[in-house]
Nanobody, 126 residues
């Protein structure tokens, strides 16, 4: 079970940190990612971290502004979002996939993730 939280309302240029807590499972055999979905748009990949190795991948729109990280002891994944823009406004979801021996584009596809948390709303005002 995944639970995402930490969303909110922030002004453009501000920062937020999202958290995703995992419970009830061993997560070392998973890659955990963040997606977002704005109204009327498809769900979009943001970033992913392989739990055991710590390898990360980012979408182009997140590079340089967002940082994905994890806390093994807390079984919690984070997304630090800096320099937020109005176009970052969306519902953010965390997800987990057992596809850990891949790279790149495999992680961009929502269909490759088996487990999803509920979303948390991020609103960036201009």
């Amino acid at each position: 079970q995944l639970q995402a939280f930490g969303g909110g309302l922030v002004q453009a240029g501000g920062s937020l940190r999202l958290s995703c807590a995992a419970s009830g499972r061993t997560i070392s055999g998973y890659a955990m990612g963040w997606f977002r979905q704005a109204p009327g748009k498809e769900r979009e990949f943001v970033a992913v971290i392989k739990w055991s190795s710590g390898v990360t991948y980012y979408a182009d729109h997140a590079k340089g502004r967002f940082t994905i990280s994890k806390d093994n002891a807390k079984k919690t994944m984070y997304l630090q979002m800096n320099s937020l823009k109005p176009e970052d406004t969306a519902v953010y979801y965390c997800a987990a996939t057992g596809l850990i021996y891949y790279s790149g584009s495999v992680y961009w596809q929502p269909n490759n993730y088996e487990h999803w948390g509920q979303g948390t709303q991020v609103t960036v005002s201009s």
